[in-house]
């Protein structure tokens, strides 16, 4: 049932504000409508808010409608102000409507006053619903630049935990199992890989992150995943499913689905310190047109929406503006990254979903993702591609990386797992030393991201006189060349940096051996 519409009513005459009551209520317009007469009346009421219009008299025996006005303007300057009077004047309506009356009707005209309120509500309501909108833009316009900036940092990151891992690796291989130096190694590896994990949460943020997504059924992965959510949340809080019977398929990456599920659950584990419950449902929704245009970038449409609920303490709206920030947390200091929420917003936004959020200090939240319908035949995730027994080659690598670090641990891996490796600097010098060599060249690794010519290009330029090479692309983020969405090209080999010198060799003897498309 809809709430009635809060009217304020500073009037000293009980019969005018019995019309005001009757000429509404005959419209059918559901008010409520509080009567105040004095300053001291009217200045309470409108401390304590929720007024959606406010009607005056302009004369009363101990105040005045214009000091009013001047005090709803500054109190409650988005509440439209009426005028209802009989005896306000042309100079002095005028005056009213600069400083901000929304209207003024004659009380010896009172059939004008239904109109007056219906087009003062009507526009305060497209007032705020283009508030709302113009916040919702300049949020997404804030997270677009900050996903800009933290994927480049990612990828640079990448570059550089590529070689500390790598060479951490080597350094271990050479040292004996009682090394003095091997502890020091060790750490050394053990931050790279955390540093590797905060990365992959940046580059999950600005959807710079290699998906491979899937037609799926959330129903069977919210089930697959029951027990491990309430072993994470706890014995105290209580999970609570509720699956929708005949729901619809998404195309999603099950992995990062189980990520976006595990975070939003442990942030509703954190949010309940005495206990409380997690909701996790599932539905089939149709984001209408009405929908789309009170939420900035949706597109109508069906969708399944996801949605997890807590019971816990809530957040206020300075804090809901800013959750998906990374690095922003509300925890102490020591307990958390700040990167969750960023993850989930990243995960959602490239698998070309929305997610919004709903919460009320002291009452819990609601986060409800809402992912595009999917079609066709759930499929199966196949078992991992057993490890060859053998890393080792003769074959003729061409490799190309500008980053000077990275591409001398690779060559160096390359050449001691028994490869012969053309070097190159960069895209154009690529060609070059590949039309400089007489023999064959039976794999391409190469860096997406280089200045002048990325690794497509150079791919691509070579494949005429080159047919049968085979190509293995790496990067630190994801690049429009090898990617749409996110989603791999089909039929591209691609290493995610950063990654170790047994991950290359590994990757490197699957291409080679992979027969061909």
């Known amino acids: ?98 400083r901000g009356a929304i209207d003024y009707v004659l009380k010896q005209r009172p059939a004008r006053l239904v109109s007056a309120v219906k087009r003062a509500l009507q526009e305060a309501q497209e007032k705020a619903e283009r508030k709302q909108l113009e916040q919702q833009l300049r949020q997404a316009q804030k997270m677009e630049a900050i996903g800009q900036l933290t994927g480049g ?64 059924d959330l129903n069977a992965v ?49 949010a309940m310190r005495n206990g409380g419950k997690v909701t996790i449902e599932t539905a089939n929704v149709e984001l209408d047109d009405a929908y789309a245009r009170e939420h900035v970038s949706v597109q109508p449409g069906p969708y399944v929406m996801l949605a997890v609920s807590d019971t816990g303490c809530g957040m206020d709206a300075e804090t809901q503006a800013r959750i998906f ?9 020591g307990k958390g990254t700040g990167l969750g929420l960023s993850t989930v917003y990243g995960i959602v936004k490239q698998s070309r979903g929305y997610i919004w959020v709903y919460s009320e200090v002291g009452r819990g939240t609601a986060f409800k993702i809402y992912l595009p319908r999917g079609e066709g035949a759930v499929e199966t995730v196949e078992p991992g591609v057993a490890p060859a027994k053998t890393v080792r080659g003769s074959e003729t690598i061409l490799l190309a990386e500008d980053d000077h670090a990275v591409r001398a641990l690779l060559r160096s891996t390359l050449q001691e797992h028994g490869y012969t490796v053309l070097e ?17 060249i039976h794999l391409l690794v190469t860096d997406v991201v280089m ?67």
């Open 325 to 333: 920030e990374p690095f922003f947390t509300t925890k102490e200091p």
């Open 424 to 440: 190159a600097h960069h895209g154009k010098h690529a060609i070059q030393v590949c039309e400089q060599h007489a023999g064959p």
């Open 451 to 517: 200045p002048e010519m990325s690794g497509r290009e150079v791919a691509e330029h070579l494949k005429p006189s080159r047919p049968n090479m085979k190509v293995l692309f790496m990067s630190g983020y994801t690049d429009k060349a090898i990617v749409h969405h996110g989603e791999l090209d089909p039929g591209t080999a691609f290493l995610q940096k950063p990654f170790t010198p047994d991950a290359l060799a590994s990757k490197v003897r699957e291409v080679l051996d992979a027969p061909e498309r």
């Open 222 to 270: 919210l089930t697959n995943m029951d027990r491990m959510l309430q072993r994470m949340i706890g014995e105290d809080i209580t999970l609570v499913a509720v699956p929708s019977p005949g729901l619809w398929r998404v195309y999603a990456d099950p992995s990062q689905v189980e990520q976006v599920m595990m975070n939003l659950a442990v942030n509703a584990r954190d």
């Open 1 to 98: 049932m809809a709430q009635p519409t809060r009217i304020l009513y500073l009037e000293d005459n009980p019969t005018d504000a019995d019309l005001v009551r009757a000429r509404l209520a005959a419209e059918g317009m559901g008010c409520e409508i509080v009567c105040v007469q004095t300053d001291t009346g009217f200045a309470s009421a409108i401390d304590q808010g929720g007024w959606a219009l406010i009607i005056s008299d302009f004369t009363l025996p101990s105040y005045d409608g214009m000091s009013a006005l001047a005090l709803a303007r500054t109190k409650c300057p988005d509440v439209p102000f009426i005028f209802f009077s009989g005896t306000v004047g042309e100079e002095a309506a005028i005056d009213a409507l600069k």
């Open 153 to 216: 940092i990612a990828h640079d990151f990448n570059n550089m935990l590529t070689v500390i891992l790598g060479y951490s690796e080597l350094l271990l291989k050479s040292l004996p199992t009682d090394a003095p130096l091997r502890d020091h190694v060790e750490q050394v590896k053990e931050a790279g890989e955390r540093a590797s994990l905060l990365t992959k949460q940046l580059l999950a943020f600005s959807r710079k992150q290699v998906l491979q997504p899937k037609v799926l």
